[in-house]
Nanobody, 129 residues
Framework: QVQLMESGGGSVQAGGSLRLSCDFSGMTTEKYYVGWSRQVPGKEREGVAAIYIGGTGSITRYADSVRGRFTISRDKGKKVVYLQMNSLMSEDTAIYYC????????????????????WGQGTQVTVSS
């Protein structure tokens, strides 16, 4: 059973930083993707970052709205993926979710939320201006 759990959310002032963690387990494939998405009430869930897990390298992908401010990374010794968020803006306020899906040949880490079948419960990030 695939399980994901987010942590690290909270309240921060604009310009500040937060680091989210996603602890995951139960993936039956050796190669897969883990992504971060966010959702504001009344709006569609937006994929912000994704990373390929497999082998020794890392392939990452970012939404234009966060590129240069957010960094997704993984702890190779543990099943943990991080989302380092810098230069936070009020527009980043949302519930942040991590998700996982098995990788496919010749594909790149997906940002589209509908590509992910496994999800965590989410963690709230609030940025005040």
């Amino acid at each position: 059973q695939v399980q994901l759990m987010e942590s690290g959310g909270g309240s921060v002032q604009a310009g500040g930083s937060l680091r989210l963690s996603c602890d995951f387990s139960g993936m039956t494939t050796e190669k897969y993707y883990v992504g971060w998405s966010r959702q504001v009430p009344g709006k569609e869930r937006e994929g912000v970052a994704a990373i390929y897990i497999g082998g020794t390298g890392s392939i990452t992908r970012y939404a234009d709205s966060v590129r240069g401010r957010f960094t997704i990374s993984r702890d190779k010794g543990k099943k943990v993926v991080y989302l380092q968020m810098n230069s936070l803006m009020s527009e980043d306020t949302a519930i942040y979710y991590c998700a996982a899906v098995g990788s496919r040949p010749n594909s790149i880490p997906p940002l589209r939320s509908s590509d992910y079948p496994f999800w965590g419960q989410g963690t709230q990030v609030t940025v005040s201006s």
